[in-house]
């Protein structure tokens, strides 16, 4: 059986669908862990979906302890990436400040900053001296407080992807893109086979690691991944002469977040009349909301032109949180998915845990509480740290 002229396995021992960074993470686990003949299928370019669309953050700031650990866990990865993996991934660590004007969000935070300080995360409310000094162009007028951790940052999605690839590659993963999965073949409540373009894989065991287009292969076995795909866009300023170093900056009331990026600065703001859908062209309609934050909070960017921009889509979930577990009524379905917006920055980590779910091993964090059954009885965990 061919797909672009390569011969596709007639057997695996694990089929990955999803070749951004939660599956070439999920591969490489696996795969270094012994695990024989472990494929990975997607229907373009390795990371040509949400990773390469990405903001590239990574941080532990979160509100739900399952995330905050699965962030450190990450975050401990990104540190030794290069090290580990051969891959240069363009780590910088001027930490998140999120900038905070109300006394609702002001006390919510101080709550998510003892539980993160409980993890190992050195977080700490700041003032907005402090907080100007971290973010030079930012307006402080209107702020009460903010947020800050030393440790977080940003990096480079692609080539994350590209360190994950080589690696599983060298354990001796087969990583097929431009070959996308059509179906999953079942007898009986167990998995038999996945449908490629290419042709059949014979298999007992599935990753769907699909990001926004979980549902679909969730639905293909029965199982329900409530994920939603919503487009988010990004824009990038031309350079600016003289920029100071500023730490990645979320104005937490309305969304709107910068980084440097290289010259200039990369920036973003959810839409909140976004609707659902694979949407990936770019729109205007969301450039007036955007303009008047920017106005707000960092007055100098009404002056700089944009350069650049793209759109990609989140992962959305009804409670903003992951799905991650088993399938229990088909044997040997795997999901991670749902990430609502932070799937890059836990991919290590849950690579780790999709290696432990397929082993039958306890995982170092207990995700139960992300398995997908949870809206069916009542047990969402709404993560309020969402950009």
């Known amino acids: ?165 080589g690696a599983a590659r060298r354990r001796g993963a087969r990583l097929l893109p431009n070959c996308a999965a059509t179906g999953i073949e079942t007898v009986d409540g167990r998995i038999v086979a996945v449908l490629t373009e290419g042709g059949r894989i014979e298999t007992d065991t599935v990753v769907c690691a699909a990001g926004a287009w979980s549902a679909p292969v969730g639905g293909w076995v029965g199982v329900d991944l409530p994920v939603t795909p919503l487009r988010r866009q990004v824009l990038v300023t031309e350079p600016m002469p003289d920029l100071p170093p500023t730490a990645f900056t979320i104005d937490f009331a309305t969304t709107f977040y910068f980084h440097r990026e290289g010259p200039g600065l990369l920036l973003g703001m959810s839409d909140p009349d976004e609707t659902p859908g694979f949407k990936l062209d770019r729109s205007d309609a969301w450039l007036p909301r955007l303009g008047e934050a920017m106005a707000r909070r960092v007055p100098a960017l009404m002056e700089t032109g944009i350069a650049t921009g793209w759109a990609g889509l989140y992962e959305v979930t009804p409670d903003h949180n992951a799905l991650i577990g088993v399938a229990p009524d088909v044997d040997r379905f795997i999901y991670a998915t749902g990430f609502s917006g932070h799937g890059f920055l836990m991919s290590p980590a849950v690579g780790e845990v999709v290696r432990d779910l397929y082993l039958g091993r306890e995982p170092f964090v207990d995700v139960s509480g992300l398995d997908a059954r949870r809206f069916a009885r009542a047990g969402a965990r709404p993560e309020l740290n969402i950009v």
């Open 1 to 165: 059986m061919q797909e672009s002229g390569r011969e596709l396995p007639a057997r695996a021992s694990a089929v990955i669908i999803g070749g951004g960074a939660m599956g070439v993470s999920s591969a490489h686990a696996l795969a270094a862990a012994g695990v024989p003949d472990v494929v990975l299928l997607d229907k373009g370019p390795l990371g040509s979906g949400s990773t390469s669309k990405a903001a590239g953050g990574v941080r532990a700031q979160f509100s739900d302890r399952v995330n905050i650990e699965l962030a450190v866990r990450s975050l401990e990865t990104f540190d030794a990436f290069a090290e580990r993996f051969g891959q240069e991934i363009d780590l910088h660590k001027p930490g998140y400040l999120f900038l905070l004007d109300s006394p609702a969000a002001v006390a919510e935070f101080e709550k998510n900053v003892a539980v993160q300080n409980d993890l190992g995360v050195p977080s700490r409310m700041i003032s907005l001296r402090e907080a100007a000094e971290l973010s030079p162009l930012i307006d402080t007028e209107g702020l009460l407080a903010a947020a800050y951790s030393p440790t977080d940052g940003h990096c480079t999605p692609e080539s994350v992807v590209l360190g994950y690839a």
